[in-house]
């Protein structure tokens, strides 16, 4: 049976046909949802999130052949509503450039992992998801505006912030910047 | 390669590395969550068709009609004059916006619902309920309305409801991005609430009608952050804008549009960035404090300032929270190795530490405060979730009150 023919029946209903669709897209997205939130706990909440609002939904589902689009679509809307629930109050006030002036380079040689890993969890939920969806899943640009249902210049204009927002991240990365935090000393 | 080649080559090895490829564990409790949840029903995904005109018409005689006609609307009559009536016997005093008031019930957020409970009794109650994901209840400075963010699938909705949960409207235009929950600022007559949040990829002040849903974008870009109505009328706003290496503190008119900076709070130009954070305005509207770089060892002073003749008060604390009677600022001091809760005159003098402060806010160097509506105390979360504590701002103990167990996001302002 072909994934059409199991989307079909389950928008009908039938949560055995729903079962083989998770069990076969399940692996995947509990990645991306991990490299978007970097926490295993808020990853879980955030896929268990997005089947679940797969399931009640599909009936709404007109096209099966946006059914993965819509999934990644589903997952990274959970995630990002994770990641604003996690952060409520008090609140990361993203005050700093795109782009800080920097003497220096850092990616005249190999970033390592731990720098990535820190100026990642820097850039904002949504910049972090056009990164994963276009240098993990493979997303096209045009791709991930469809997917997120956002315009082409937005998503692209937010995958260069994304890079740029990166870069900038880690330039900053060896000499601590005055960050502003509400109520944090940073 | 160049430098960004190598960062994306870089990003998709550290992607591939971490995603991790295993089948979860908790697979099989989606399902089991899943098997026991009716799907939507089809229909509910169409647009309503439209009525068709061949509608049967009710046969009944005309006489017979314009009897019960003229019977509902004496009745309907008598119910509007007594509704009224009861209305207006009913009818609670209001709080002024600014100032000092009573508290009354506080609201919070918890796994996407709104909820209310009395610190007086402990009685919980539900605001807002349902499946979708609601945060960051405001209270309006009347404490007869409520505004939240609510999630939806592109974005983010403020959406306002009455005391008693009734929607009165939901913001339209496009979805709101990145909503700061700091950001969220009702006006003084409960007309408009002036939300920040991205416009155009860039740091924006939305004001939203409360009545109509109706979203104004300030064309204040870059860097449009907490928005503050300046007291007693609400005619102005105070935001931070200005260049990120170079923020400053600016005054927005409602009346014409204007926009100036506020002199004296313009930082120097820095090659990294500078800080500059409103906290808020005394009750009368005639001085403001907001916080900036400095070299203590917080990183952050406060400066109370005089509108009219921009004399300044500087205080050593940072990230304060003005009280309703402009008095006072609670805010964070540190001496470098250890942090803690204190409270300042504004007109100038030492910062009172809390007592207990230090064990809240060591751990996790977090804390999100602000005054109860009477001054009285200050809740305070220590991290960033989890339970609110009282602390005294005159010096008494700690309190961990059990209604405050979930978390404080408003409290609403009654009538003293």
């Known amino acids: 049976m072909d994934q059409r023919e199991l989307i079909a029946l389950a928008s009908r209903g ?7 669709l998770v069990g076969t897209s399940i692996s995947h997205l509990t990645a991306v949802a991990r490299l978007i939130v970097r926490d295993h706990e808020l990853a879980r909440d955030a896929v268990q999130e997005a089947y679940i609002r797969a399931w009640r939904d599909l009936p709404g589902l007109r096209e099966a052949d946006r059914f993965d689009a819509w999934l990644h679509r589903l997952t990274v809307n959970a995630c990002l509503d994770a990641l604003r629930r996690r952060r409520r109050r008090p609140i990361e006030i993203d005050i700093h450039p795109l782009v800080l002036p920097s003497a220096v380079d850092p990616f005249g040689q190999v970033a390592n992992r731990d720098q990535l890993e820190r100026g990642f969890v820097r850039l904002p939920p949504d910049q ?19 997917t997120l249902g956002i315009p082409l210049g937005t998503a692209q204009s937010r995958l260069g912030r994304a890079l740029a927002a990166l870069r900038a991240a880690l330039s900053v990365d060896d000499a601590p910047p005055i960050r502003e935090h509400r109520g944090q000393i940073a | 390669m160049s430098t960004v080649e190598q960062l994306e080559r870089d990003l998709a090895a550290w992607f591939g590395e971490t995603a991790g490829r295993e089948t979860p564990e908790f697979a099989e409790d989606i399902l089991i969550e899943t098997s026991g949840l009716p799907q939507r029903p ?4 169409v647009p309503p068709l439209p009525r068709p005109m061949d509608t049967p018409r009710l046969h009944v005689e005309v006489g017979s009609a314009a009897r019960r006609l003229a019977i ?7 119910l509007a004059l007594a509704a009224g009536a009861a209305w207006v016997a009913s009818q609670p005093r209001l709080p002024a916006p600014f100032g000092p008031a009573a508290n009354g019930l506080v609201a919070y957020a918890k796994d996407g619902d709104i909820l209310l409970v009395d ?41 306002i409801v009455d005391a008693a949960g009734a929607v009165q409207s939901v913001s339209g235009g496009e979805p709101l991005l990145e909503v700061d929950p700091d950001g969220i600022s009702w006006s003084p007559d409960g007309r408009t609430v002036a939300v920040r949040a991205e416009f155009d990829g860039k740091g924006a002040i939305h004001l939203v009608d409360a009545r109509s849903g109706q979203p104004t974008v300030l064309p204040i870009s870059p860097w449009g952050l907490e928005p503050y109505w300046r007291p007693p009328d609400g005619r102005e706003l105070l935001f931070v804008g200005g260049l990120v290496q170079q923020p400053a503190l600016y005054l927005y008119s409602m009346e014409d549009g204007e ?11 820095s090659g990294g960035f500078n800080v500059v954070r409103p906290i808020g305005w005394t009750a009368d509207g005639s001085r403001f404090a907001y916080h900036r770089s400095a070299p203590t060892s917080l990183g952050v002073e406060t400066a109370v300032v005089d509108v009219e003749t921009g004399d300044e008060t500087v205080l050593e604390l940072g990230h304060g929270r003005i009280s309703n ?30 007592d207990g402060s230090p064990d809240l806010v060591e751990p996790t160097r977090w804390a999100s405060f602000a005054w109860a509506p009477d001054d009285s105390s200050i809740w305070s979360r220590p991290g960033e979730s989890g339970p609110a504590v009282l602390l005294d701002p005159d010096g008494g103990e700690v309190e961990w009150p059990s209604w405050a167990a979930d978390g404080v996001d408003s409290w609403q302002r009654r009538a003293q």
Not at chain 1, 14 to 20: E, I, K, S, Y
Not at chain 1, 128 to 145: D, F, K, N, T
Not at chain 2, 262 to 267: Q, Y
Request: with cysteine.
């Open chain 2, 259 to 269: 926009i100036r900076p506020v002199p004296g709070t313009v930082s120097e130009p």
């Open chain 2, 119 to 159: 610190p007086a009794t402990g009685e919980r109650t539900s605001l807002v309920a349902g499946p979708e994901v609601d945060a960051h209840p405001r209270w309006s400075l009347d404490g007869t309305h409520v505004a939240f963010v609510r999630q939806t699938g592109s974005g983010s909705r403020l959406v």
């Open chain 1, 14 to 20: 039938d949560h055995g046909a729903f079962a083989v």
């Open chain 2, 72 to 78: 509902l609307v004496v009745i309907a009559g008598l």
């Open chain 2, 42 to 45: 089809r229909w509910t995904f």
């Open chain 1, 128 to 146: 972090r998801a056009v990164l994963v969806l276009h240098y993990y899943v493979g997303l096209s640009v045009p791709s991930i505006a469809d």
């Open chain 2, 325 to 354: 009677d402009g008095s006072r600022i609670v805010g964070l001091a540190s001496d470098g190795d250890r942090a803690w809760l204190c409270v300042a005159p504004v007109d100038g003098g030492a910062c009172q530490p809390i």
